[in-house]
């Protein structure tokens, strides 16, 4: 086991009824605020008017930065950074998913900046201090509620960063499964895939082979993404099942996971970066299409690691690696298939001799993220296997 330092200073609020505590937790840290939210969710379903109706009795005064989109933009944090500093905001609230609450880390971490918040994201530049941000949370998915780590793209070149730092841990996030129930069938299957892969890229690129702890751990959280995924599309108002995903997506990427595995990588992500980047795919979609691809990928290097986990997640019994490996992919992509999930390229409309262009396009966030031995010929190679399914 690697040493670590394990440190995550935010506060969760789990449960019923804890959205109404969102104007104390903000007025906790400040009087005047930024609120901000996606394109319709929140208002649609009432969610917007209980936030404000408690940052109201609070006594915290806001300002609204509506239409985060999905794949969040930089021109959009642009445009909310000049919005908080007219507002003198203090305290930046985020009432979505994970694009909503990276937005709000990027208006945060931007606000209080003499420099473009996008230096931050291609390293010419640190963060010296941010806003807070307190969140509540309406998708299971990011992890983004719980960790220090924000994604943005660049509306010019489509470049898809991300950038993580302790002040950008949320102070609070409040997590109430019943402000799930209205995700649909796609969000809640994206969400679920993108919190495995989460998992899956730490569990496969790590270096130690003696982690009971940590293995157990993400198996438990792999299997649990999965179980409660499939109770939700069954039930989409099934509470626990809707607190299951929630809680196991969060704990997929808040620090736990990867405590004393040493370096780990995120080779799908810079992969899915660039499709999300170049055709704005939902992550959790993008990541469906590639998870089978890179498992195959990585087969030939580690099937001893693969086959371990196909034995504890699926209870595979093949005594030979390299079949159990193997079997591990195909029942991978065969739960993909089940919870109807895109399975290839074609399945996004993304054509088979766009791979060059998108495995060019990881060169850049694979140089920040110290992923060099993932070159664009070993992306393409990846890609290749996303063509098909079995
Ligand atoms: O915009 P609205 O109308 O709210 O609709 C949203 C959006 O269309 C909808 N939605 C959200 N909550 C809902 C709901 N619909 C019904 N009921 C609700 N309760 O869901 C759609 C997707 O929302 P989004 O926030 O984009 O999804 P997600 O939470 O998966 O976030 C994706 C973003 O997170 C980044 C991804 O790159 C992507 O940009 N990530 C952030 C990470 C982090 N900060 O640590 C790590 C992740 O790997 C990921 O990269
Ligand atoms: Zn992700």
């Avoid at 069938?185 to 969400?191: E, I, L, Q, R």
Wanted: hydrophobic share 40%; charged share 20%; with cysteine.
């Amino acid at each position: 086991m690697h040493n670590f330092v394990f440190h995550n200073p935010t506060k969760i609020l789990f449960g019923r009824d804890t959205v109404e505590s969102i104007g104390p937790e903000t007025r906790a840290w400040g009087e005047r605020a930024l609120l901000v939210y996606g394109q319709r969710s929140l208002k649609q379903h009432g969610l917007h008017d209980r936030i404000t109706d408690s940052l109201r009795r609070a006594g915290v005064q806001w300002v609204e930065h509506g239409g985060v989109r999905s794949n969040p933009l930089l021109s959009h944090v642009r445009a909310g950074i000049e919005r908080a500093r007219a507002h003198g905001a203090t305290v930046i609230v985020a009432a979505g998913g994970g694009s909503v609450i990276d937005t709000a880390k990027a208006i945060a971490a931007g606000t209080p900046a003499a420099h473009d918040v996008w230096k931050l994201f291609t390293g010419k530049k640190s963060l010296k201090s941010a806003l807070p941000v307190v969140t509540v949370l309406t998708l299971a998915a990011s992890g983004s509620e719980m960790n220090s780590g924000m994604v943005l793209t660049n509306d010019g070149s489509r470049e898809k960063f991300g950038y993580g730092h302790r002040l950008l841990h949320p102070k609070t996030s409040i997590l109430d499964p019943r402000t799930t129930f209205t995700v649909p069938p796609s969000y809640t299957v994206f969400g679920a895939v993108d919190a495995i892969s989460h998992v899956i890229e730490f569990y496969l690129t790590a270096s130690d082979p003696d982690t009971p702890v940590q293995d157990r751990l993400m198996e438990g959280l792999i299997e649990n993404c999965m179980a409660a995924c499939e109770r939700c599309l069954c039930d989409p108002c099934d509470y626990n099942g809707r607190a299951n995903l929630m809680w196991a997506a969060t704990l997929a990427l808040n620090g736990l996971t990867g405590a004393g595995l040493g370096r780990v990588g995120f080779p799908m992500h810079l992969i899915e970066h660039s499709l999300s980047g170049l055709y704005d795919t939902p992550h959790g979609a993008g990541l469906a299409v590639i998870l089978p691809g890179w498992l195959r990928a990585r087969l030939p290097h580690s099937p001893k690691r693969i086959a371990g986990l196909g034995r504890r997640v699926f209870g595979l019994t093949q005594q030979d690696d390299f079949q159990a490996a193997e079997a591990t992919v195909k029942c991978f992509q065969s739960w993909l298939r089940q919870v109807r999930a895109p399975l290839t390229l074609t399945d996004l409309s993304i054509p088979a001799n766009d791979i060059p262009r998108i495995a060019d396009h990881t060169r850049s966030l694979a140089r920040i993220w110290r992923l060099t031995d993932l070159s664009p010929e070993r992306v393409a190679a990846v890609l290749a296997h996303c063509l098909a399914a079995d």
